[in-house]
């Protein structure tokens, strides 16, 4: 019977993109009384369960973007030596496992995975992609929740926004008096999470002298740039740069 595993030895070549995203979010979690449209306990959640997979996962990702119901983990290292069936049910699952233990939802969650296969250089264009689709996330979902809460349903929202492009959006909003280059940055323009060094002072007592060390911990970064601007650009060629060398050591 071993002969019929026919997925199980493909295999993908690093640098990848595992992106993984909440199935049919959107019905669960309005059954569950989240804020729309965005909450803070339910961002805080995703954010802790990707904090949790760095640390613990035994897995090294090199960053994580998120938005929404969205992760793209980045790897540079070749993950379960690439095998695809591995890669695309061991992390959705986790993420659903811890995700499941940070909010205690009323009702089973999961997540779907997907493997995208990078050149080294496309991956701040990938990043960028990303970005664009949490912008354009973010007005949609403003501005129908928004006709929502006037009365709308959701049919008549949807019909109402069908063709309307982002300038339109923002005029409907707006009028309504919500200014949305205004709302959080991590609304707008996602979260990165990514280890970061940091400088520990201690004391020996032994030698009666303070010292420092360097730890790497898991840092979360809710006021990123925009990754198309030239701040962007730096951002992520110092991120990307950084962890190069860190895999090279």
């Not at 959705?92 to 009702?107: L, V, W």
């Not at 970061?196 to 970064?221: A, C, M, W």
Request: charged fraction near 30%; glycine fraction near 4%.
């Amino acid at each position: 019977m071993k002969r019929r595993e026919i997925y199980s030895d493909l295999r993908c070549i690093p640098p990848v993109i595992v992106r993984i995203d909440g199935r049919n979010f959107k019905n669960a979690l309005s059954r569950m009384g989240f804020e729309k449209p965005y909450d803070e306990r339910f961002t805080s959640a995703i954010v802790n369960s990707i904090e949790l997979f760095f640390r613990k996962s035994g897995l090294s990702p090199v960053l994580a973007y998120t938005f929404s119901d969205e992760i793209s983990f980045l790897f540079r290292d070749n993950a379960f030596d690439g095998r695809i069936e591995k890669i695309d049910s061991v992390i959705p699952s986790y993420i659903s496992s811890a995700f499941t233990t940070a909010i205690a939802p009323e009702e089973p969650v999961s997540f779907d995975s997907r493997i995208i296969p990078l050149h080294e250089e496309d991956v701040r264009e990938y990043l960028i992609w990303r970005q664009d689709e949490a912008w354009r996330n973010c007005i949609n979902s403003y501005a129908y929740y928004t006709l929502l809460s006037e009365g709308m349903n959701e049919k008549e929202a949807a019909r109402n926004l069908k063709n309307k492009n982002a300038s339109d959006m923002h005029e409907l909003l707006f009028e309504r008096g919500i200014n949305i280059s205004k709302v959080p940055a991590w609304q707008r323009r996602g979260i990165m999470i990514h280890r970061k060094e940091t400088e520990i002072e201690g004391f020996d007592p032994h030698l009666n002298v303070r010292t420092t060390s360097i730890r790497t911990k898991v840092f979360s970064d809710r006021e990123i740039p925009l990754f198309s601007s030239e701040e962007g650009e730096a951002f992520l060629e110092k991120l990307l740069a950084k962890k190069a060398d860190e895999q090279n050591k």
